[in-house]
């Protein structure tokens, strides 16, 4: 039953009025630290993170460099994809490779992604959500991106010694000013935007409008934008090695493994630690299976086909780190970029949740997690603690030795979760996740209590930051407990018989608190043309 703006106004302030007690005392509302007013606040644990700092300390003064880090990111998989998230043979593809790594190391089962991949990398590579760092959806077909006037983690850890490199799909501008070399990475090999746009419009299954009509896919061929392999070396000129078609886009994961593979076995060679993203072109659509690869899924559909190569390049990657004896020495952190797209069935994949790509709905935005680390990150490990890949810049500084590196002109949404993942019995230092779609707050998420719809703003951030209109245009209210409720089916604040009401001011005073930050620190203007 939904609300009226009155009744929904009268609503907080009984409300308001009648949570003095579970205010006080309810174990949800602890008070979480701020560290530095351009920094999101966390929940500090001094146990955890002595033990973390205990366990970093005794590892420098054993290998005598700083610990390397190496970030999976598959595109498009969903949550329920890997077995260890319920997924594998149960729905025709078996992970063993991934299930190990789960097994062996700390499966988080609420990490958070973006709607949608730009925006996701960029936030990775930023500790920035969309709303600071201007990506708010996939540039596409030479559209304008770019990271322009972002400060990236790659940029940061070569400052303090690292040699960077990304591998893969980047996705976030093709300008030169926009490519990796150019935002920190000493070392860039794979594809500028993403896979569809190589593919779609030669493959007859898909157009046949254009790819059975010479002229127009001739057009298509002369259209501004890249559509090669390339590679570069940081501050060099783009090099273009191979046009991506069909035949060549169905087996650029096994060359991007090989580069990874090789860029592992040289940096055993050297003094310097490595950070590297690998960034895989699958399960993205359109799959086409690499060689030796077609059917090789019980299922034996493509998409399918693709999850057990990921499978296998993960314990390739993970089999070379012990091979050149850096396993211990190597934080993995494995993940997807967004849900799993749906709307290429049966190209698509799992999630048990509500939603899929391009929604901020869990299931267009939780995903698979697994940080690994043998020694370092106490093995058979599972936890719901919030995770949101943000976290992944404010963590990789806090592992290189690098928190001084910060930047503080800017406001950084990703917390260090360093103490999380090393104490062994460690929490997430995380209270909240906010779900932005494009430059709108969509939703909420305070510990298992997530808030729908309630939040979204019609208009500017900053104007609703400064006359809090977002509690004026409150018509309804859609609260669920996602430890009963993953689905988001059962809205809890509407209807006859309201619960969580006593979370409702938390909520209130989160959003309150993080639109308030829009004042100093403004939200980015979007590079690309906003989807209404």
Same mark, same amino acid.
């Given at each position: 039953?939904?609300?009226?703006?009155?009744v929904?106004?009268?609503? /907080?302030?009984?409300?308001?009025?009648?949570?003095?007690?579970?205010?006080?005392?309810?174990?949800? @509302?602890? *008070?979480?630290?701020?560290?530095?007013?351009?920094?999101?606040?966390?929940?500090?644990?001094?146990?955890?993170i002595?033990?973390?700092?205990?366990?970093?300390?005794?590892?420098?003064?054993?290998?005598?460099k700083?610990?390397?880090i190496?970030? $999976?990111?598959?595109?498009? $998989?969903?949550?329920?994809?890997?077995?260890? /998230?319920?997924?594998?043979?149960?729905?025709?593809?078996?992970?063993?490779?991934?299930?190990?790594?789960?097994?062996?190391?700390?499966?988080?089962?609420?990490?958070?992604?973006?709607?949608?991949?730009?925006?996701?990398?960029?936030?990775?590579?930023?500790?920035r959500?969309?709303?600071?760092?201007?990506?708010?959806?996939?540039?596409?077909?030479?559209?304008?991106?770019?990271?322009?006037?972002?400060?990236?983690?790659?940029?940061?850890?070569?400052?303090?010694?690292?040699?960077?490199?990304?591998v893969?799909?980047?996705?976030?501008?093709?300008?030169?000013?926009?490519q990796?070399?150019?935002?920190?990475?000493?070392?860039?090999?794979?594809?500028?935007?993403?896979?569809?746009?190589?593919?779609?419009?030669?493959?007859?299954?898909?157009s046949?409008?254009?790819?059975?009509?010479?002229?127009?896919?001739?057009?298509?061929?002369?259209?501004?934008?890249?559509?090669?392999?390339?590679?570069?070396?940081?501050?060099?000129?783009?090099?273009? @090695?191979?046009?991506?078609?069909?035949?060549?886009?169905?087996?650029?994961?096994?060359?991007f493994?090989?580069?990874?593979?090789?860029?592992?076995?040289?940096?055993?060679?050297?003094?310097?630690?490595?950070?590297?993203?690998?960034?895989?072109?699958?399960?993205?659509?359109? #799959?086409?299976?690499?060689?030796?690869?077609?059917? *090789?899924?019980?299922?034996?559909?493509?998409?399918?086909?693709?999850?057990?190569?990921?499978?296998?390049?993960?314990?390739?990657?993970?089999? !070379?780190l012990?091979?050149?004896?850096?396993?211990?020495? !190597?934080?993995?952190?494995?993940?997807?970029?967004?849900?799993?797209?749906?709307?290429?069935?049966?190209?698509?994949?799992?999630?048990?949740?509500?939603?899929a790509?391009?929604?901020?709905w869990?299931?267009?935005?939780?995903?698979?997690?697994?940080?690994?680390?043998?020694?370092?990150?106490?093995?058979?490990?599972?936890?719901?603690?919030?995770?949101?890949?943000?976290?992944?810049?404010?963590?990789?500084?806090?592992?290189?030795?690098?928190?001084?590196?910060?930047?503080?002109?800017?406001?950084?949404?990703?917390?260090?979760?360093?103490?999380?993942?090393?104490?062994?019995?460690?929490?997430s230092?995380?209270?909240?996740?906010?779900?932005?779609?494009?430059?709108?707050?969509?939703?909420l998420?305070?510990?298992?209590?997530?808030?729908?719809n309630?939040?979204?703003?019609?208009? #500017?951030?900053?104007?609703?930051?400064?006359?809090?209109?977002?509690?004026?245009?409150?018509?309804?209210?859609?609260?669920?407990?996602?430890?009963?409720?993953?689905?988001?089916r059962?809205?809890?604040?509407?209807?006859?018989?309201?619960?969580f009401?006593?979370?409702?001011?938390?909520?209130?005073?989160?959003?309150?608190?993080?639109?308030?930050?829009?004042?100093?620190?403004?939200?980015?203007?979007?590079?690309?043309?906003?989807?209404?």
């Amino acid at each position: 039953m939904m609300m009226t703006r009155k009744v929904a106004l009268l609503f /907080f302030v009984l409300i308001f009025s009648s949570v003095t007690i579970v205010w006080a005392t309810n174990p949800l @509302l602890k *008070k979480a630290v701020v560290t530095a007013e351009n920094m999101e606040p966390s929940y500090q644990f001094p146990a955890q993170i002595e033990e973390a700092n205990v366990k970093l300390a005794k590892l420098y003064k054993k290998t005598g460099k700083r610990p390397n880090i190496l970030i $999976m990111l598959v595109d498009d $998989m969903g949550w329920g994809d890997p077995g260890s /998230f319920g997924g594998g043979a149960a729905i025709g593809a078996p992970t063993p490779h991934i299930d190990k790594l789960a097994s062996e190391g700390l499966k988080l089962t609420s990490t958070y992604a973006q709607p949608t991949c730009s925006p996701t990398r960029a936030t990775m590579m930023t500790g920035r959500l969309p709303i600071h760092h201007g990506i708010y959806r996939p540039p596409m077909y030479g559209e304008p991106g770019g990271l322009d006037g972002e400060i990236t983690s790659a940029q940061l850890l070569s400052e303090a010694g690292y040699l960077t490199a990304l591998v893969g799909k980047w996705h976030l501008g093709e300008l030169p000013a926009q490519q990796p070399q150019n935002l920190g990475y000493d070392e860039f090999f794979g594809f500028l935007a993403v896979s569809d746009m190589y593919t779609d419009w030669r493959d007859p299954a898909f157009s046949p409008e254009i790819a059975n009509r010479p002229e127009v896919l001739q057009a298509f061929e002369n259209a501004p934008f890249n559509k090669n392999l390339v590679q570069a070396h940081k501050g060099e000129k783009l090099e273009e @090695l191979v046009k991506i078609t069909i035949p060549v886009l169905a087996n650029l994961d096994q060359k991007f493994a090989d580069y990874t593979v090789d860029f592992i076995q040289r940096m055993a060679k050297e003094d310097q630690p490595f950070f590297a993203v690998h960034a895989f072109s699958k399960v993205h659509y359109d #799959n086409y299976p690499a060689d030796g690869y077609a059917g *090789k899924s019980p299922s034996g559909y493509p998409y399918k086909d693709g999850i057990i190569e990921v499978d296998d390049i993960v314990g390739r990657l993970i089999k !070379t780190l012990h091979e050149t004896g850096q396993a211990e020495n !190597t934080l993995v952190f494995f993940t997807s970029d967004n849900g799993p797209e749906e709307d290429n069935f049966p190209d698509s994949g799992h999630t048990p949740f509500r939603g899929a790509k391009g929604t901020t709905w869990e299931g267009g935005v939780r995903v698979p997690g697994i940080a690994w680390w043998p020694g370092m990150i106490k093995a058979g490990r599972t936890s719901d603690g919030l995770f949101d890949l943000a976290d992944l810049f404010t963590t990789s500084l806090a592992v290189a030795g690098a928190k001084d590196k910060v930047p503080t002109d800017r406001y950084i949404d990703g917390i260090d979760q360093n103490s999380f993942l090393l104490a062994d019995d460690g929490e997430s230092n995380r209270r909240t996740v906010f779900y932005f779609f494009q430059d709108k707050l969509a939703a909420l998420r305070i510990h298992n209590i997530k808030f729908n719809n309630y939040l979204f703003i019609s208009e #500017n951030p900053a104007k609703a930051a400064k006359s809090n209109t977002f509690l004026q245009k409150a018509s309804y209210v859609w609260a669920h407990d996602l430890s009963i409720d993953p689905k988001e089916r059962f809205p809890a604040i509407t209807g006859h018989t309201p619960r969580f009401t006593w979370a409702v001011p938390m909520m209130t005073q989160e959003v309150v608190r993080y639109l308030g930050n829009l004042r100093k620190y403004p939200p980015k203007k979007s590079k690309v043309m906003m989807l209404k």
